[in-house]
């Protein structure tokens, strides 16, 4: 049975009321993951957890290996991720404890990160116009308007490389773009979920103006100020992932299943072993 993954970002590290069955730790082709992954029901579902920045928050953004949590996901047979994450916003109207269900992504990062799990002789190009399962952000959506939460069903993420914080130029610069919020991981988490053929959305909760907003923020921003809000965001991600695992069915078919169907350009006569053997978990319907 395929099982829904849960990716928690700042201030969520585990999940009350989870019945937790194990915890496995997981040796990738691409290094160690971010932490164990948990496995346990919740809600009458089977889910596997993974905190983004390890327990103890001990990873910056740039140090996650995103390849190595994405593999670890699709090796334990997880169909779908349901992805946490703190922003900023970008726009007076996204305020601090709002939830914002982000439907796609600009790209900031200086590409240091590993984005792809291709390469090494086989090539492949996903479309990525539309990077969030538009059904995952529906139920995200109808769940969270169940709860005493403001919800903002679109919004623009820009990644930003991090581990600082925007400068006043930047911040200004990107609301003048038509960005709605801003952080640090999503982009290399979709774009690898993607490749992996996984369901991916990102529950975007809102900590601060970012430092446009210099009447609320004085024109800076500071972990104190995003951890004032950080408990309340905590509270309703786990609110609406309570009430979203009730809308997952194993019946859903998806796009997002299909990525690599016509993508891999490289002729299956010419992949290594070794690549293949790396990627099995992404490739073994194609192969």
Request: overall charge negative; charged content about 20%; proline content about 3%.
């Amino acid at each position: 049975m395929a099982r829904t993954g849960i990716i928690g970002g700042s201030g969520l590290y585990a999940i009350e009321g989870m019945t937790y069955l194990d915890e496995i730790r997981i040796e990738t082709p691409f290094g160690q993951p971010s932490d164990a992954f948990s496995i346990g029901e919740f809600m009458g579902h089977e889910v596997v957890f993974l905190p983004r920045h390890g327990r103890g928050h001990t990873l910056l953004p740039t140090e996650v290996n995103y390849r190595a949590n994405i593999w670890g996901f699709k090796n334990l047979n997880v169909s779908s991720i349901l992805s946490i994450s703190a922003v900023g916003s970008l726009r007076s109207d996204y305020r601090p404890t709002d939830v914002v269900i982000i439907d796609n992504f600009f790209d900031r990062t200086n590409q240091a990160r590993s984005n792809t799990f291709f390469g090494q002789g086989i090539v492949a190009h996903i479309a990525f116009a539309h990077p969030l399962c538009e059904r995952l952000r529906r139920h995200l959506i109808t769940a969270g308007r169940q709860t005493e939460q403001t919800i903002h069903d679109r919004g623009i993420y820009l990644n930003m490389e991090g581990p600082q914080f925007s400068t006043l130029a930047e911040s200004q610069t990107f609301r003048q773009w038509g960005m709605d919020v801003i952080g640090m991981t999503q982009m290399s988490e979709a774009r690898l979920a993607r490749e992996a053929e996984m369901c991916y959305a990102t529950m975007a909760l809102v900590t601060d103006f970012d430092c446009w907003h210099e009447a609320e923020t004085g024109g800076t921003v500071s972990v104190e100020m995003i951890m004032n809000y950080m408990s309340q965001n905590t509270i309703t991600a786990k609110e609406i992932i309570r009430r979203t695992l009730p809308l997952l069915t194993n019946e859903d078919d998806c796009s997002c299943h299909h990525a690599l169907a016509g993508a891999i350009i490289t002729d299956r006569s010419s992949w290594p072993e070794n690549t293949l053997t790396n990627l099995k978990p992404i490739l073994k319907k194609y192969i």
